[in-house]
Each structure stands twice: as structure tokens, then as C-alpha cells.
């Protein structure tokens, strides 16, 4: 199911609770990890992760329906103090936090975040993109089903083709 969006964004395609668990689990997140979400729509892999993966979590929306919703539930789900929504256009965003950076973008977008993003980037992050592979960029590790890629930094703000 993919909703439109109805006044700013990307049209939004909600995941099913199984497919956050293998996104987060596929990235292996762990306690204490700082978890980005760039366009997090209603926040549900940032409460996940929060909630079963013991991470701090921060995500990025431009529309100000799905912030109110995250927020929303993320009170619901009473990680509020510990899940950071910000309302805002994901280009203009610092990530420089992030442990683990959860991108579900499409090529477009992502063409337009990369190589740019690397600069605000720290060299231990692990990038995890759910459906959309990084163009010219190999990944580390690949989900069985092709839907998962990994990109790992490595020292200093490059990933493989990109410096």
C-alpha cells in the first residue's frame, strides 16, 4: 500500500511490523546506537528500534501530519523522551550523530543526498537502505531477497566510489 502524501513529501509506504524487525536487525542495531531515519513518515522504525533495540533515535519529516502522528506514537508507545522527531527537509538535516543511518528513499532522492551526505557523516556509520541500492556504490552486505544493502564507511568520509 503506498498513501500519497497530501501536502508535503514523498508518498509514504508503511511497513509491516516484520519488515522493521528485519531492516533493524539486518543493520544490527544495538544499545545505546544512535539511529537516523531520514523521512521517517510515522516514526514506527525509529520506535522499534528504540523499544526493542534499546537505541536513541532521530528522524527527519517534512510533513507535518506524519511528525504530529510520530510524535503521537511515540508518547503512545512511551519512548517520547527518547525518540527525536524534527520536523524539516531531510537535504538540510545533520545525521553527523548517527551510528546507524536507515534511508527508505527512492534513487531520485538519494542521488540528490549522495555523495554530499558523507561530508556530515562519521567514518564508523553504517548506512542501511531498504529497497533502493546506493547507485555506483557497492554494498557490504545484501539481504537474501535483494531488498536490504549495508554500506559500511571506512576511515575518513569514503565509501567506495564516493570520497
Known amino acids: 500500500m503506498v498513501v500519497l ?18 531492516i533493524l536487525r539486518f543493520a544490527e542495531v544495538r ?5 537516523c531515519d531520514l523521512g521517517c513518515g510515522e516514526g514506527r522504525v525509529l520506535i522499534t528500534a528504540t523499544k526493542q533495540f534499546s537505541a536513541n533515535s532521530i528522524g527527519v519529516e517534512i510533513d507535518p501530519i506524519k511528525v504530529y502522528f510520530a510524535r503521537l506514537w511515540a508518547r503512545i508507545n512511551r519512548v517520547g523522551d527518547k525518540v527525536v522527531i524534527t520536523r524539516g527537509n531531510l537535504f538540510d538535516f545533520d545525521p553527523s550523530s548517527a551510528d546507524v543511518l536507515y534511508l527508505y528513499l527512492t534513487h531520485q532522492a538519494m542521488d540528490q ?23 555506483g556504490m557497492d554494498p557490504q552486505k545484501v539481504s537474501e531477497d535483494k531488498t536490504l ?12 566510489n564516493y570520497q
Open 5 to 22: 502524501p497530501i501536502f508535503f513529501g514523498a508518498p509514504w509506504h508503511p511497513l509491516l511490523p516484520r519488515t522493521i524487525q528485519r
Open 31 to 35: 544499545p545505546g546506537e544512535n539511529f
Open 113 to 135: 543526498l549522495f555523495p554530499e551526505i558523507l561530508k556530515k557523516l562519521k567514518p564508523s556509520v553504517r548506512i542501511v537502505s531498504y529497497r533502493f541500492c546506493l547507485r
Open 149 to 160: 544493502f549495508l554500506y559500511q564507511l571506512n576511515k575518513g568520509n569514503k565509501i567506495n
